[in-house]
C-alpha cells in the first residue's frame, strides 16, 4: 500500500505516494490538485537520503581541543545542552539564548520551536531563515492589503491571466511542474513577461523578456506605473472604491518618464512602452514577485511598487488576475506564521500587540508578561552572537547557516564565537560540522506534519517510512529540552500538537482553528482564510488596500574601478538550498559551483568556458569554473550558492523594513585563475572551499 504524503522540498509541496517500507519508492500521485502527479527530478530524487551512510543516528558532541567528536545517549545529550542553555542564561538573562530555525519546519514543529523560546526559555531572541526568503514580500503584503498569504488564489489560476508578469523568478527550475501554467496561459492566448538580468529557461517560455541590471526592479515599476498613467489605463472607479493613497502615488510616479528608466534600469525606453501597452490593453493582468526582486536591501518598497502595478490597474480581487509572491521553501508560508519570526507570535499575530499575547499566553497557561518582546532579525541576531550584548549560546533547527547566510565569513566566525551551538539535523552540515553538540532528527515522510504551501494550502505530510534507529523527532528534542528548564508542557504528537497551534492561532489572521488532518486528507488540503482572499475587502480596518509611494534607491552596492561588475546569486534545477540534503543524493547531479559570465565579459577577461576564475568583494573571495553564457548580461555574472563559497561574497546590507539581506546584489571583481593554476604543482585547480 502507498501512503499520499509531499515532497521534502520547495513550497510548490508536490504530492507524491511513496511506497515500500525498507526502500521507499516515489510515485505520482496523480490526484494532488497541485501537480497532479507530475514532479521535478529534486522529488523523484527524494529518498535518496533514505538509508543513506551520511544520515546521522546517535547523538554527537564535539570536543573543542582535540575536534573530535564522540557518540552520546540522548539523556546525555539533552542534559548537556540544557546545562549549556542555564550556564548562558544565568550569565547574560534570559536572551543569553538564540533559536534559529527554518523555513522547511512542519508547521508543528515551527510552533512547537516559538513555544519553546517565548515560553520556556523566556529568550526573546528567535528567528529563522524564512527572514532570507519571504519577509520583503510579507511586509509589503501586510503594509499593502493588511495581510501576507504568498498567493492569494490558487496557482492553476495563472493560467487564467491576460498577462502574466515574473518579477525575478526562475519557476521553470525553481518549481518546474509549475511551468505548465504559463504553458497553457500561451496556448488560451495569454502572454508572459520575464524580468531577470538572466535569459533563464523560464524566460524561454516568454513573450516579452526584460534583462534589467540587478537591483532595479523598483526604478522598472515607476516607470511602468508612469505609462500607465499617461495612457490613462489606470482603473480610477476601482481606485476610488478599493484603495487608499493613490494620489500621491501617482505624482510620484510622475518624473519617471522611459528615458529616465532605461539610464537606471538599461531596459529600453521602446522595450518600456511595449510592457506598459501590454498591460494596459489587457483585462486580467497578474504580477507575481519572487526572490529575484526582493532579496535586496530595497526588497521591500520593490514590491510595494509591483503592488501599486496591479492595484492601479483594478486587478487585485480580480479571478485570474492580481498579485502575488512565490514563497520558496516546504513551509515558506505556514513557518511564519506560527511564531519563529522574532516579531510574531502563532497566527501571525503581532508580539507586541497586548491582546495577542493574553490570547497565545492563555493557550500556553503561563502569564502573559513573562512573554519577551520582539527579538532580533535573522542576520542582525547571527551578527550579536558571542558579541558582550549578544546570545552565547544557538540552538539551529532546520537550517545550515555556515552555506546560506550572507557574509558568510563574518558570520560563521561569530557562530564559533558561542560558548555553545547546537545544531538539529539529518545529515553533518557544514554548520553541524562546527557546533557542540548535533541531535539527529527525522525528517521529510518519515514523520507526520503539517506544512502550508505557497499558495497557503495546509497540506499533511504523512508518515510513510520508518525513521532510521537512533534519530528522534524533532517535537521530541523541543519536548525534551522544556522538560528539563521549565514547567511548561510540550506536546510531542504532531496531530496533538496542531490542534493546540489551532488555538493558538484562533482569532489571529492566519486562523487555522478549523482545519484538522482529516480535513486535509478529505479536501485535498485546505486554504486558511478561504481559497481567495480581497475579491471584496482587504485585511485593513477601513476594508481598502493601502498604496505607498515609494523613492527608487540604487543597491547599496554599486560597481567601481576595483570591482566592476554586479553579481547576483541564486539556484539550479538539481540543487535544493545549501545543498545538504541534494549534494548527498547520488541520483541527483552535483556538478559544483560555477560562475556564470557573457561572452564579452569573459573576453575581456581572458576567460575560456572551463576556466577557473576567482570572483571576489570587498567580503572575501571564491574560486569555480567558468561558464561562458551569451543569457546573462555582460555587466553581470551569477554564481549558484548550493555551494560554500557563494555567501562569502555577497552583501549583509538590510531592508530598512523587512531586513532582508541584499542577496541578489553587490559589486564584484573577476579574474582568471589559469595563470595561477599553471603554476601550481598538481591537485584540482578549481578550490571549492
Ligand atoms: N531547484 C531549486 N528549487 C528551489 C530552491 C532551490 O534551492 N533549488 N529553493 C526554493 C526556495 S527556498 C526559494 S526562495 C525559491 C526561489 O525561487 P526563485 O526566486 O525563482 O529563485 P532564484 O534563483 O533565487 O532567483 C530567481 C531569479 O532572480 C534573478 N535575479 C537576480 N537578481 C535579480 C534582480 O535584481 N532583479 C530581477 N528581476 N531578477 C533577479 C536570478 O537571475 C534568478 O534567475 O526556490 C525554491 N525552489
Ligand atoms: N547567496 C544567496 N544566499 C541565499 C539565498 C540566495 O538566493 N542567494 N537564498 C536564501 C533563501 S531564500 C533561503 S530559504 C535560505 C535557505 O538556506 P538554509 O537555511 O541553509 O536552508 P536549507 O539548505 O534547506 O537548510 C536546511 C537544513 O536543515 C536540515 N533539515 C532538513 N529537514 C529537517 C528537519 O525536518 N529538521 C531539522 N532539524 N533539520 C532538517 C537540512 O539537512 C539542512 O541542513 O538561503 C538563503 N541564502
Ligand atoms: S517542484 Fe518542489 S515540491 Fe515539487 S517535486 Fe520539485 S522540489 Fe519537490
Ligand atoms: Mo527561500
Known amino acids: 500500500m502507498a501512503t499520499e504524503t509531499h515532497c521534502p522540498y520547495c513550497s510548490l509541496q508536490c504530492g ?17 490538485p497541485v501537480n497532479r502527479g507530475a514532479l521535478c527530478r529534486k522529488g523523484w530524487a527524494a529518498a535518496g537520503l533514505y538509508g543513506s551512510r551520511e544520515r546521522l543516528t546517535s547523538p554527537l558532541v564535539r570536543d573543542r581541543e582535540s575536534g573530535e567528536w564522540s557518540a552520546v545517549s540522548w539523556d546525555d545529550a539533552l542534559d548537556r545542552v540544557a546545562a549549556g542553555i542555564r550556564a548562558a542564561q544565568a550569565a547574560k538573562g534570559p536572551d543569553g539564548v538564540a533559536v534559529f530555525g527554518g523555513g522547511g519546519l ?25 527572514r532570507w526568503c519571504m519577509s520583503s514580500a510579507a511586509s509589503a503584503g501586510i503594509r499593502a492589503f493588511g495581510l501576507d498569504r504568498g498567493l492569494p488564489f490558487p496557482l492553476a489560476d495563472v493560467e487564467e491571466a491576460d498577462v502574466l508578469v515574473l518579477v525575478g523568478s526562475n519557476l521553470a527550475e525553481t518549481m518546474p511542474p509549475a ?9 488560451r492566448g ?8 538572466r535569459r533563464t529557461p523560464t524566460a524561454d517560455r516568454a513573450d516579452l523578456v526584460l534583462q534589467p541590471v540587478p537591483g532595479t526592479d523598483l526604478a522598472l515599476a515607476l516607470g511602468v506605473l508612469h505609462l500607465l498613467v499617461a495612457a490613462a489605463a489606470v482603473d480610477e472607479d476601482y481606485l476610488a472604491a478599493r484603495t487608499t493613497g493613490w494620489e500621491s502615488v501617482r505624482d510620484s510616479v510622475a518624473g519617471w518618464w522611459p528615458e529616465r528608466g532605461e539610464r537606471v534600469t538599461g531596459i529600453e525606453a521602446h522595450e518600456l512602452r511595449a510592457l506598459a501597452a501590454m498591460l494596459a490593453g489587457s483585462p486580467k493582468v497578474m504580477v507575481l514577485t519572487a526572490r529575484g526582486a526582493e532579496q535586496h536591501s530595497t526588497g521591500s518598497d520593490t514590491v510595494l511598487a509591483w503592488i501599486n502595478v496591479a492595484l492601479a490597474l483594478g486587478m487585485v480581487g480580480k479571478r485570474g488576475a492580481g498579485y502575488g509572491c512565490l514563497t520558496g521553501q516546504g513551509n515558506g508560508q505556514g513557518g511564519r506564521e506560527h511564531g519563529q519570526k522574532a516579531d510574531q507570535l502563532p497566527g501571525y499575530r503581532r508580539i507586541d500587540d497586548p491582546a495577542a499575547r493574553a490570547h497565545v499566553a492563555g493557550v500556553w497557561g503561563v502569564d502573559p508578561d513573562t512573554l519577551p518582546g520582539p527579538g532580533r532579525s535573522a542576520y542582525e541576531l547571527l551578527d550579536a552572537l558571542g558579541t558582550d550584548d549578544g546570545p552565547s549560546a544557538l540552538l539551529v533547527m532546520g537550517s545550515n547557516i555556515v552555506v546560506s547566510a550572507p557574509n558568510a565569513t563574518h558570520v560563521t566566525s561569530r557562530l564559533e564565537a558561542l560558548d555553545l551551538l547546537v545544531v538539529c539535523d539529518v545529515v553533518m552540515s557544514e554548520t553541524a ?24 494550502r495546509v497540506v499533511l505530510r504523512q508518515k510513510a517510512i520508518t525513521p532510521p534507529s537512533g534519530v528522534r523527532s524533532d517535537l521530541d528534542v ?59 475587502t482587504f485585511a485593513h480596518v477601513d476594508g481598502r488596500a493601502r498604496m505607498y509611494a515609494v523613492e527608487h534607491r540604487g543597491a547599496a552596492e554599486v560597481p567601481c574601478a576595483d570591482y566592476p561588475v554586479h553579481l547576483t546569486t541564486g539556484r539550479v534545477l538539481a540543487q535544493y538550498q545549501s545543498g545538504a540534503q541534494t549534494r548527498r543524493t547520488r541520483a541527483l547531479p552535483d556538478d559544483g559551483p560555477f560562475v556564470e559570465l557573457h561572452p564579452l565579459l569573459a573576453g575581456r577577461l581572458g576567460v575560456a568556458a572551463g576556466d577557473p576564475v576567482r570572483v571576489a568583494t570587498r567580503r572575501g573571495s571564491m574560486a569555480a569554473p567558468a561558464r561562458v553564457v551569451t543569457t546573462i548580461r555582460p555587466d553581470t555574472v551569477f554564481v549558484p550558492f548550493h555551494w560554500v563559497g557563494a555567501n562569502r561574497l555577497t552583501n549583509d546590507a538590510l531592508d530598512p523594513a523587512s531586513r532582508m539581506p541584499e542577496f541578489k546584489v553587490c559589486a564584484a571583481s573577476v579574474a ?13 585547480p578549481v578550490t571549492h572551499a
Open 16 to 32: 507524491m505516494r511513496l511506497a515500500g517500507r525498507r526502500v521507499p519508492e516515489v510515485q505520482a500521485w496523480e490526484e494532488f
Open 106 to 130: 512542519t508547521n508543528e514543529k515551527a510552533y512547537s520551536l516559538g513555544k519553546l523560546a517565548r515560553a520556556a526559555l523566556g529568550t526573546s531572541q528567535i528567528d529563522y531563515n524564512g
Open 179 to 187: 511551468a505548465r501554467h504559463l504553458d497553457r496561459l500561451r496556448e
Open 190 to 197: 495569454g502572454r508572459v513577461v520575464v524580468i531577470d538580468p
Open 433 to 456: 560540522a562546527i557546533a557542540d553538540v548535533v541531535l539527529p532528527v527525522t525528517q521529510w515522510a518519515e514523520e507526520t506534519g503539517t506544512m502550508t504551501n505557497l499558495e497557503g
Open 478 to 536: 523541543i519536548a525534551g529540552l522544556a522538560a528539563r528548564l521549565s514547567d511548561v508542557p510540550f506536546a510531542t504528537d504532531p496531530e496533538e500538537v496542531f490542534a493546540e497551534l489551532g488555538r493558538a492561532s484562533a482569532g489571529g489572521p492566519a486562523d487555522y482553528s478549523s482545519i484538522t488532518y482529516d480535513r486535509i486528507r478529505d479536501e485535498g488540503g485546505v486554504f486558511w482564510g478561504g481559497e481567495r482572499l480581497f475579491a471584496e
Open 672 to 684: 582568471s585563475l589559469l595563470e595561477e593554476v599553471a603554476q601550481r604543482p598538481s591537485r584540482d
